[in-house]
């Protein structure tokens, strides 16, 4: 079946510096597009970035992520954290078959 | 800016007992989404209603019933509650057509506590 798989339940960053959080997906679908979101405390998910094209770098708010076809993986990356980042963040597949599937949540926490 | 809006916010009851959440959106959208999140903050879509035609029904059980009168709001019923219900349910809305997928758009959650 479809699955996404965040493989950090936890990342703890300094300030200024770069942060990755994992990626990784299985489908039978070829047609899909992929989606970070971002949860802040006590607020609803909201997009960060979105991405259907294989190897095309996407960016928003300072962060990007490549849809990498050939490993199954759309890993998020910003070259340095802000303390304002801290954060829940998703990576979920869209099957478009009006089926979203999330991964577990990589909690992103930014230290002084 | 909010376009997804759900009621209430917070909703304690017993075991037992029916409860209904409201969730409208003004975006127009075709698509909306009822997901739970549990207490670990796994997020699990539950239904998908596209132009009030039920998509997607997940695995959940029975006493859950997606309820919609239009396109612009979709409630969900749970029938009598039980323990593990407790969990924040967020709704959401997207525009999508076949071969074409778009964002999705969270309300703010209703929190459900059963004791």
């Known amino acids: 079946g479809d699955s996404v798989t965040q493989t950090e339940g936890l990342v703890t960053v300094t300030e200024g510096l770069p942060v990755m959080l994992n990626c990784t997906y299985q489908t039978a679908y070829s047609d899909v597009a992929f989606f970070w979101y971002v949860q802040y405390l006590n607020e609803a998910p909201k997009l960060l970035l979105r991405?259907?094209?294989?190897?095309k770098r996407t960016e928003h708010q300072g962060f990007h992520a490549t849809l990498h076809k050939s490993s199954s993986s759309f890993h998020l990356q910003k070259s340095s954290v802000q303390l304002s980042d801290s954060a829940l963040y998703y990576c979920?597949?869209?099957?478009?078959?009006?089926?979203?599937?999330f991964g577990k949540g990589t909690h992103l926490h930014v230290l002084p | 800016e909010t376009a997804v809006f759900q009621t209430p916010n917070y909703h304690v009851t017993q075991v037992g007992n029916e409860v209904s959440f409201n969730c409208k959106q003004t975006l127009g959208h075709d698509t909306m989404y009822w997901y739970k999140q549990d207490s670990k903050k796994l997020l699990k879509i539950m239904f998908s209603?596209?132009?009030?035609?039920?998509?997607v029904n997940e695995t959940v059980p029975r006493r859950f019933s997606p309820q919609s009168s239009d396109k612009a709001h979709l409630n969900l019923r749970i029938k009598s509650v039980e323990p593990e219900d407790s969990a924040v349910y967020l709704c959401?809305?997207?525009?999508?057509?076949?071969?074409?997928?778009?964002?999705?758009?969270f309300g703010p959650g209703t929190r459900l506590l059963v004791l």
């Open positions: 209603y596209n132009n009030k035609q039920l998509i």
């Open positions: 959401a809305s997207s525009s999508r057509d076949w071969g074409h997928q778009d964002t999705q758009y």
């Open positions: 979920a597949l869209d099957t478009n078959a009006y089926k979203v599937i």
């Open positions: 991405s259907s094209t294989d190897n």
